[in-house]
C-alpha cells in the first residue's frame, strides 16, 4: 500500500527555535497533503492544505507566518514551526492523496512528536 | 472545526465483549471514515463507508452508515486487548480532495 513517511519522528527543541517536519510520499505523487496537530487527549485538527507549487490554506486560526507550509515537489511538503513555544508542543500529522487513485484515498503518515521546552 | 462526535467518549469492556462506537456529523458527505491510534502513535485505517452504502464488514469490524441522521457506528465483536485505542470517525464534508474532519474519539479500553 501507499507509504508516507515524517521526518523527524520526535523532536525537542528550545522556545524561539524554529523547527521543520517533512512529510514525503514514497511511493505515490500527491499534489495535496494536508497537515493535522493533534494535542494529548484529543481528536486531529485540521491546520492546513499544501498544494503542490502553489500557496498553502490555512484554517481558521491558525497563523501562516507561525507555521509555514512548502509543498515544493509532488512528494515532499513541510512545516516549519517558526519562533517555538511550549504551546506548540503537540503531535503533526500529515496525509497526502493519492494522484492515481480514487480522489477519496488518503494515506497518513506516522506523526511528529514537537516537544518545545 | 469539527466534524463528528463520537459517543460514548470512553469505553470499558472486557475480552471478548463486543464494543460499539457512534459517531455523529454535521455536513453532507461523499463518504465516511473510521481511524483506530494507539496512545502516541499514527493513525490505523480501519475502514470506509460510501455514502450510498448502509452496512460495511471488516473481520470483527461492523459499520453502519445512516445519512437520514447523519450518525455511523462502528462495532467490534468478540474485543480483544490489542483493540485498545482511541477510535475516530472522519468525513470528508462532501467534496472530494478535501481533508479529513475527524470526530473527536472514543477511548476502548479493553481488559483481559
Known amino acids: 500500500g501507499a507509504v508516507v513517511s515524517q521526518h523527524p519522528s520526535r523532536v525537542i527543541c528550545k522556545s524561539g527555535t524554529s523547527v521543520k517536519i517533512e512529510c514525503r510520499s514514497l511511493d505515490f505523487q500527491a499534489t495535496t497533503m494536508f497537515w493535522y496537530r493533534q494535542f494529548p487527549k484529543q481528536s486531529l485538527m485540521l491546520m492546513a492544505t499544501?498544494?503542490?507549487?502553489?500557496?498553502?490554506?490555512?484554517e481558521q486560526g491558525v497563523e501562516k507566518d507561525k507555521f509555514l507550509i512548502n509543498h515544493a515537489s509532488l512528494t515532499l511538503s513541510t512545516l516549519t514551526v517558526t519562533s517555538a513555544h511550549p504551546e506548540d508542543s503537540s503531535f503533526y500529522i500529515c496525509?497526502?492523496?493519492?494522484?492515481?487513485?480514487?480522489?477519496?484515498?488518503?494515506?497518513f503518515g506516522p506523526g511528529t512528536r514537537l516537544t518545545v521546552l | 472545526s469539527q466534524q463528528g462526535e463520537e459517543d460514548p467518549q470512553a469505553l470499558s469492556i472486557q475480552e471478548g465483549e463486543n464494543a460499539t462506537m457512534n459517531c455523529s456529523y454535521k455536513t453532507s458527505i461523499n463518504n465516511l471514515q473510521w481511524y483506530r491510534q494507539n496512545s502516541g502513535r499514527g493513525l490505523v485505517h480501519l475502514i470506509l463507508?460510501?455514502?450510498?452504502?448502509r452496512e460495511k464488514h471488516s473481520g470483527r469490524l461492523r459499520v453502519t452508515l445512516d445519512t437520514s441522521k447523519k450518525s455511523s457506528s462502528l462495532l467490534i465483536t468478540a474485543s480483544r486487548a490489542a483493540d485498545t485505542a482511541s477510535y475516530f470517525c472522519?468525513?470528508?464534508?462532501?467534496?472530494?480532495?478535501?481533508?479529513?474532519?475527524f470526530g473527536k474519539g472514543t477511548t476502548l479500553s479493553v481488559s483481559s
Open positions: 463507508i460510501r455514502s450510498n452504502e
Open positions: 472522519a468525513t470528508d464534508a462532501n467534496q472530494a480532495g478535501t481533508a479529513l474532519i
Open positions: 499544501s498544494n503542490e507549487g502553489s500557496k498553502a490554506t490555512y
Open positions: 496525509s497526502a492523496m493519492d494522484l492515481g487513485a480514487t480522489a477519496d484515498t488518503q494515506y
